[in-house]
């Protein structure tokens, strides 16, 4: 049988319904918005996130749209870039249960060229599958968009990118043209998988271009 996570809130705290979500912590309107099917994180007081109904993905997105302290907790999303840290934001991302960030197009968790995030699980007890679409990576850049900082602590962590992306780290530019940059990937514990997009994409590091390949250095 499967054992739900429990987490001990403070008294007062209470989860609030957004979409098809299912947020504690924080206030609806201050911390977190929700409009148009996106949960949209707007400060740094933690939040736990979780599908209201975990085992049906949802369409519904999450975008960090200030620096973010987020747990998800059975999150199970399959849409358009699932989960979007914006420039200049950094997240820190705790894992809860298993969570699924699917991708239409775009990566499945995108950290863009100057945001960071740094993913963590206690007692690596949480998992986190991510996968991009339309050229991207699992985790890091969009289609012609470069990664940020990624350090992952902990948790189980797999990230496959779209054609030509990489699992970690850059979106593909799939016509030719320069590749497309990698920021920082940190791993430092977890159980981690990356698998490339196929075509030559990298598991961790450089998007590549439709005729080209990524530097032996970004094979890693």
């Avoid at 399959?78 to 775009?106: C, F, K, W, Y």
């Avoid at 012609?144 to 054609?163: D, F, M």
């Avoid at 977890?190 to 390949?213: K, L």
Wanted: charged letters at 10%; a negative charge.
């Amino acid at each position: 049988c499967a054992l739900a996570a429990v987490f001990l809130w403070p008294a007062g705290v209470k989860a609030a319904t957004a979409g098809e979500f299912t947020v504690t912590g924080g206030t609806l309107g201050t911390d977190y918005t929700y409009s148009g099917s996106v949960l949209t994180v707007k400060t740094s007081t933690p939040l736990t996130i979780s599908n209201t109904a975990p085992a049906t993905a949802t369409g519904n997105r999450i975008v960090a749209a200030g620096n973010a302290t987020i747990t998800l907790d059975s999150v199970n999303i399959e849409a358009d870039t699932p989960l979007a840290i914006q420039n200049d934001v950094a997240v820190s991302l705790m894992l809860a249960g298993d969570n699924i960030l699917a991708s239409r197009s775009g990566a499945g968790l995108n950290v863009p060229g100057s945001a960071a995030v740094t993913i963590d699980s206690t007692d690596n007890a949480g998992s986190l599958t991510a996968t991009g679409g339309g050229y991207a990576a699992g985790i890091g850049g969009n289609y012609q968009q470069g990664s940020g900082t990624i350090t992952i602590n902990g948790g189980t962590v797999t990230a496959t990118g779209a054609s030509y992306g990489a699992g970690i780290g850059g979106g593909s530019n799939k016509d030719d043209g320069p590749l497309v940059g990698s920021g920082p990937v940190n791993i430092n514990g977890g159980n981690v998988t990356a698998n490339s997009g196929g075509a030559g994409g990298a598991a961790a590091g450089f998007g590549v271009t439709a005729a080209g390949s990524p530097s032996p250095a970004a094979r890693s």
